[in-house]
């Protein structure tokens, strides 16, 4: 449970978020007694997160100028600023500003305190007591910014003017930064009465703020925005008239609500409920607390991560489970269209065997059966693609006359001693089954009696037969033969002939 403690200069009021809206819980005096009552009222009410909004005057603002740093040489120079400037540094926050380049890059900061922080330190230290998790000390001028921006105006000098429970606030913001802030006591006066306050108090801290040179005399006119009280919007309108420094803008309490997106205030509180609001939803990143005060705070933020990070491993595991039990569901729907397919597919078989002739043999043997005539079948050849290729040979060797072409299946016989003497392992090859094609023919364009030229065309015609893809060449025989002994033997000697040469080639191809 969330609640915001409101600090006051009279009194301190705790309010509880219940529904999206906060609501009242109790109050208590700024007194010892109010301190024990709160106490009280603590030990009732375990695991709390308490925000601390202090709408006090006696705020110290001080511009300073630091070295460019990071880290943690960065927080020691802080930490030692804050402690030159105030005695008490427990409550205190140091506000970026930006950054100047001269000589060296520095940042500009902005040093913020009260001037009683002991009004603080019973407080804070009964919500340590307590076991409650401080998630921070806020003062209204630190979320002044926020609400500027909410109300559309994030660049350039802007006062933001209201009145709160505690009298009239005044926050002076430049380009989404706290510069400074004051608070003035208001007395019972008509809204008519209360506007033109409004309006000469502005004019005052204008005024001051270009004595300190935050302002410039001749700059365009300074922004204000005015919260009026509900239903009061017209009557401030009419007392805030825009002149050539101040450029006023009249907004209604609820209007700002809305802009803010914050639930309506209370009836009879004043602007300070939408700081508070603000306070929760959308804290400002400085803050006046310790990180020893807030350890609670991020003990519980660490155990909120860790109980996130395990709520989104529990949900990425409850994903992939059910994924996995959808792929499991499909899987298995798939598995019984696969069995009600096999059990469709055996019913077929067993019904068109059924009408099968009555065999000697099982169904086993005639699947091995086919099987084999099958691989057989693949095993036997064809002629026309060994014509097919001795014909590009014939092709390119016009002087040969083709008397037969002739191709078979069997064993090639033993080569003859006219055979090529370089041929491939004969020997080993005759036990094969392959396909024989024999060429026979005739050389037609060389003389009878040049035996070494018709020698020469019948090898390279030979060769290239043998070139064929798988080919090999088993016998070769020319028109004559030479003897081991050196003889030429034929007809070549003979009478002159008409008739040419003739000669036969068998080449091979194993089957497969």
């Known amino acids: 449970m969330k609640c915001v403690l409101y600090f006051s200069a009279t009194e301190r009021v705790v309010y509880r978020r219940f529904r999206g809206r906060l609501e009242f819980e109790a109050r208590y005096p700024a007194s010892d007694a109010g301190i024990e009552e709160f106490r009280e009222h603590l030990r009732r009410q375990k695991s709390l997160l308490y925000y601390v909004v202090a709408d006090l005057a006696g705020e110290d ?10 880290g943690g040489d960065r927080k020691a120079i802080v930490e030692r600023r804050l402690a030159q400037r105030y005695r008490d540094s427990r409550v205190a926050a140091a506000l970026s500003l930006g950054y100047v380049s001269a000589e060296r890059r520095n940042e500009r900061l902005l040093l913020a305190s009260f001037t009683n922080t002991q009004q603080f330190e019973p407080w804070l230290d009964a919500l340590a007591e307590a076991g409650a998790r401080l998630a921070g000390l806020y003062s209204v001028p630190l979320i002044a910014p926020t609400l500027t921006a909410a109300l559309g105006v994030r660049r350039g000098p802007c006062i933001l003017v209201t009145i709160n429970r505690a009298g009239l606030r005044q926050c002076f913001v430049e380009d989404g930064r706290l510069r400074f802030a004051r608070l003035e006591r208001l007395p019972d006066a008509s809204p008519a009465a209360l506007a033109g306050l409004v309006r000469s108090e502005t004019a005052r801290l204008t005024q001051y703020l270009s004595t300190l040179r935050v302002l410039r005399r001749e700059g365009p006119p300074v922004q204000v925005l005015a919260l009026a009280p509900p239903g009061q919007r017209a009557v401030f309108e009419q007392a805030l008239v825009s002149d050539a420094q101040l450029a006023f803008r009249a907004v209604d309490a609820r209007a700002a609500a809305d802009a803010a997106g914050v639930r309506q205030a209370q009836a009879g509180s004043g602007a300070e409920q939408l700081f508070l609001e603000l306070a929760i939803k959308r804290p400002p990143a400085e803050q006046f607390a310790r990180s020893e005060d807030r350890h609670g705070y991020f003990i519980w933020q660490l155990q909120r991560a860790i109980v996130a990070l395990g709520v989104a491993g529990f949900a990425a595991c409850t994903v992939f489970a059910g994924s996995q039990w959808l792929d499991a569901l499909e899987a298995r729907a798939q598995a019984e269209i696969r069995q009600r397919d096999a059990r469709l597919a055996a019913e077929k078989y067993q ?47 016009p002087q040969f006359e083709l008397d037969s072409l002739s191709w078979s299946v069997g064993r090639p016989e033993a080569p003859a001693t006219a055979a090529r003497p370089n041929a491939e392992n004969p020997a080993a090859a005759a036990d094969e089954i392959s396909e024989l094609l024999q060429v026979s023919g005739r050389v037609t364009a060389t003389k009878r009696s040049d035996y070494r030229a018709i020698t020469a065309q019948v090898r ?12 090999r060449l088993v016998r070769t025989q020319l028109p004559f033969d030479v003897t081991p002994e050196g003889t030429l033997t034929g007809d070549i000697g003979a009478a002159e002939s008409d008739e040419a040469p003739r000669f036969t080639i068998v080449v091979a191809k194993r089957l497969p």
């Open 61 to 70: 603002f001080h511009e300073d100028q630091i070295p460019f740093l990071r």
């Open 460 to 471: 390279r015609f030979a060769e290239a037969l043998e070139t064929l893809p798988g080919y």
């Open 351 to 397: 019904s068109i065997t059924a009408s099968f002739p009555v065999t000697q043999t099982s169904t086993d043997n005639l699947r091995a059966a086919v099987t084999q005539f099958r691989s057989i079948a693949s095993r036997s050849a064809a002629p026309e693609g060994s014509f097919a290729l001795a014909s590009g040979v014939l092709e390119r060797f």
